[in-house]
């Protein structure tokens, strides 16, 4: 247990339909993150948000839009998604030092394990 | 954009066998991150370092700033070791990290 929650865990969706993936993080850290994992691909980071901010889009496709109403969530909209979007999509948080975020340890979620059919 | 590149991708080994796996990274960094990946998805941090040597448990991480290199080594390995192994450099953007493919990792009893 990270203190990272996930939810749904398993997402399976058509490409005209409109879900939302949601992360909350117990651990009082100001950074959460948005990773994208395929099969045989390497952790890609989607978004990044400090304070509430967005400060990182990774050349993400419009389809996935990021939410962030405050420090302990994070929503990742998704809507008229591609079979090559199914991934597991995984939430992470970390407590922002003086350093670029990059440099904090981040405290990962379960991930959702998503497929669009 | 930091490249990060791990070796071996996969690895067997028998329990009690002593395990490195190695990366390295094509930008200088300050700190290096080790990450574990458990089949079903859940991801642990496992070191962030920044020079020298961290030991926690059976797991010894290491780095050379200067070489761009970094290795993970597990003493006594045991079948619960078994999972997926990531590290991962900054450089994946302003506040990102680009993450190496992993180094898929079965202990066998």
Redesign the interface.
């Known amino acids: 247990e ?1 203190g990272v929650t996930q939810t749904p865990r398993h997402l399976v969706m058509g490409m005209t339909n409109k879900k939302s993936l949601k992360c909350e993080q117990h651990l009082g850290h100001n ?1 959460m ?1 948005w990773y994208k ?1 395929s099969a045989k ?5 989607m978004f ?1 948000y ?1 304070f509430k901010e967005q ?2 889009n ?1 050349s993400v496709p419009s389809r996935f839009s990021p939410e962030c109403p405050n420090s302990s969530h994070l929503f990742l909209h998704l809507h008229t998604l591609q079979p090559e979007d199914s991934a ?1 999509y ?1 939430c ?1 948080s970390s407590q922002p030092g003086l ?13 959702t ?1 998503l497929t669009v059919l | 954009k930091n490249e ?1 590149e791990q070796s071996p991708q996969n690895l067997t080994a028998q329990e009690g066998e002593f395990i490195t796996i190695n990366c390295s990274y094509s930008v200088g960094i ?2 290096l ?1 080790w ?1 574990q990946q458990h089949p ?6 496992l070191f ?1 370092l920044s020079s020298g040597k961290k030991k926690h448990g059976r797991l010894i991480a290491t780095i050379n700033i200067q070489e761009k290199h970094s290795s993970l080594h597990i003493t006594a390995s045991h079948p619960r070791d078994s999972a997926v192994y ?1 590290c ?1 450099a ?13 180094t898929h990792l079965i202990i066998q009893p």
Not at chain 2, 40 to 45: A, E, K, N, P, Q
């Open positions: 990270t950074a993150y994992q691909k390497p952790l890609e980071l990044v400090n400060t990182e990774n597991l995984l992470a350093a670029t975020l990059a440099y904090n340890e981040q405290f990962f979620g379960p991930g394990r | 990060v300050s700190a991150h990450l079903g998805g859940g991801i642990v941090s962030m990531i991962a900054p450089g994946g953007g302003a506040d990102g990290l680009t993450f190496g493919k992993g």
